[in-house]
């Protein structure tokens, strides 16, 4: 619809530090179909020191060479001709 906001992209990420909450990773996939779908460029930024603790791997989960394989997800929405960006 011409005039209304849109969405460009989605990016995700758990949160990292002591008192970090953990992250379900079916949401951030369901984040992931749903951009899909929408045709929007998904970005997945961390998976948090939650996660990354219970993997025992880095502190902050940011690792992606050790992330599930279907969540190595960063992509970067197009840049129109008329972005100032």
């Known amino acids: 619809m011409a005039g209304q906001p849109t969405i460009d992209w989605v990016i995700a990420g758990g949160e990292s530090g002591p ?5 379900r990773l079916d ?3 369901t984040l ?5 779908d929408a045709g929007v460029a998904f970005f997945c ?3 948090g020191s939650r996660w990354a603790r219970d993997q025992h791997v880095d502190p902050k989960g940011g690792d992606w060479t050790r992330w599930p394989t279907d969540l190595r ?12 960006r």
């Open 27 to 29: 949401w951030v996939r």
């Open 19 to 23: 008192g970090a909450r953990p992250m």
């Open 73 to 84: 997800v960063r992509a970067w929405p197009p840049v129109s001709q008329g972005d100032a």
């Open 45 to 47: 930024k961390q998976l």
């Open 32 to 36: 992931r179909d749903q951009a899909a």
